[in-house]
Every structure is written in structure tokens, then in C-alpha cells.
């Protein structure tokens, strides 16, 4: 059974950075499209990056140029490098995995527990 792994969240100043890890096992890592999508308190899920097999990416507007998303397929691992964080990004951040082609940015096959992000002012 697939399972996703987050870690690496916690609480940083405005300006700061952080780096997300998620552990994939029970799947066919290399072949997943992965991604991350947030939660913040009170309001819907909403897609942040994803990156293909092959490496190729895409991002939402307000991330991007501050995230970049990168997976190592021999490790089974997809990261989200967050740099110049806004109090705004605060959210449960989920990793997700799915098929190359998604039917909608939040339509994923799997999702893991969620990690915390809390970035004050």
C-alpha cells in the first residue's frame, strides 16, 4: 500500500526558509507525478507544485521564484525548498503523488499525513 511521509515543517520568521521532505514507499516512485498541495486554517486545499518523472515542474503563482520543488528518484523522496516565506504561507502542507496527467491540481490518488508550516510576522 502507497504511503507518503512528510517532515521538515515547523515554525520560521517571515523571510526565512524551509525545506519539506516526503518518503514515498509502496509505490512506483520514479513513475508518479508528485506534489505539494497547503491547508490553511479555515479555507480549501490549494495546489502549490508538482513535478514529473522526468524532472519538469510547475508551479502556483504565489509561489513562484520563493519554491522550488525537486525529487530524487533513487531515494524516493520529493522535496519543496521554501525560501523567502510569508506569514501568508502558513498552512498543513500534504504531499501527494498521481498520475502524469491529473484530472485537476488537488485530483491526486495519494496523499500523506501533512506536515505544519507556521511562518510569523
Known amino acids: 500500500q502507497a504511503q507518503l511521509v512528510e517532515s521538515g515543517g515547523g515554525l520560521v520568521q517571515a523571510g526565512g526558509s524551509l525545506k519539506l521532505s516526503c518518503a514515498a514507499s509502496g509505490l512506483d516512485f520514479s513513475s508518479y507525478l508528485m506534489g505539494w498541495v497547503r491547508q490553511a486554517p479555515g479555507k480549501e486545499r490549494e495546489f502549490v507544485a508538482q513535478?514529473?518523472?522526468?524532472?519538469?515542474?510547475y508551479y502556483a503563482e504565489c509561489v513562484k521564484g520563493r519554491f522550488t520543488i525537486s525529487r530524487d528518484n533513487a531515494k524516493n523522496t520529493v522535496y519543496l525548498q521554501m525560501n523567502s516565506l510569508k506569514p501568508e504561507d502558513t498552512a498543513v502542507y500534504y504531499c501527494a503523488a498521481g498520475p502524469a496527467i491529473l484530472t485537476t491540481r488537488l485530483d491526486w490518488n495519494y496523499w500523506g499525513q501533512g506536515t505544519q508550516v507556521t511562518v510569523s510576522s
Open positions: 513535478i514529473w518523472s522526468g524532472g519538469s515542474t
